[in-house]
DNA sequence: CGCGGCTTTGATGTTCATCAAGTAAAGTGG
DNA sequence: CCACTTTACTTGATGAACATCAAAGCCGCG
């Protein structure tokens, strides 16, 4: 972890273009005046479950997942985002504690600004409050969905849709690198490492994909299409 | 479904208490000119998905249930809600249309505030925008929250969830009538609605619950806590 | 009175987690 | 840089948890 001496400001940056459109010159410049960036390892923790929530938080670059604990011990990846995503959303306006932790899954760089200066603007500028809410219903929504839909499919469903995943939403191709190990997918879709690794052999032997080690090539898109469709 | 010709109004409401304590009075009498109160019997649907969002809703007395359905057909039950709920927050600012159902379960009387009025003083009060929110995301988080802890557990671990979840925090007492079906039961906690009877009877053989019809009386409650928290 | 929906119990089969055991890869410290 | 340890990956065998199927009783409703 590293802060970075940013001479960039929150006015002049190309990513405002998503949400602080809706923030004035003045405000894009009080909350510029609470913002740290921070870049993070690979592997690096950027926010414990139960850490207090003090800042909002939103990804600039990199990768990061979402991760909760429950009684056992046992983990779940709440969802993987990617930049532009504003990763802290689901606790930040609710909680006064995090209510899970936050790791980098590459090297990645943070934009964190003052929560108290954040709330400082929704509370002056309703616009801005709006769009902000529409942000967070999205993003929340997105994680329910995709929740719901993960649980109801069985596992070779599972595995397919979030192979489908990867190559649409994140990486834009058929042939990427898995940003995490086969347990780590595992707790993203909810099933065992030995699974996950079982039915990633069928799809190589069934010619649906090619493996090597964490590189995935999608040969046959429309069979994983049907296989994550039908459950 | 039948329109109330109702005499109150938000400023005077008892239930504005909650959330709209951050409205000014204009404002409440400003919402109050596109209020409508409605009153569903039970099992009426209140909204089908895929509607478009028109309306802010919230429950002023009796019980909902909302529900996504797959593309297989099967039902979830997102959530139950219960009077002061603002049971439409999970579509209302981010999507276009509704992205689940709400049925009544038992006779329901709903406020209805048109969207756009609602999002006017959002616009113009941001102190109240930033409560909306709090709400919103504490509502999501809840959903959430339940959906891992119940896919979590085993049917015996789900059961006593919920059991409990109605005797502590719908009806805050240990003997009830189930305002849903066994089927919905399996709905609202992921499993068959075999399984929910067979093992409220398990639960009712080994004297820890009494049943009869839809009357359920808790007998042992530390052991359904036990039973829960083990999974 | 009969039909459909809800409830119940039992029998059967499938899906999946768990256990075991081994190989490969990646850190770690001397 | 090499021995050592840990972590990731892989395959097979077993058993448990759960869905599915089947059959029957019950109740409310047209």
Redesign the interface.
Known sequence: MRIIQSKSACNTCTLKSLLFTKMSNEELQYVNGFRQEIEFEKGEIIIKANDPVKEFLYLKKGLVKLI?T???N?E?I?SIARPLDFVS???????TNY?YSITALEKSVVCSIGLESM?DV?????????E???Q???S??F???A???I??KQLRGRIAYILLWFAKKIYHKNSFNLPISRREIGELI?MTTENVIRILSEFRKDGIIKIDGKNINIEKIDMLEKIS?S?
Request: no cysteine.
């Open positions: 909760k429950d009684l056992q046992k779940r709440i959303l689901l606790s930040t306006f609710s909680d209510g709330k929704i509370r002056k500028n309703g616009v801005f409050a709006l902000l809410m529409q967070i219903s999205k929340t929504n994680v329910l969905q929740t719901y839909e649980d109801n909810n469709k459950g």
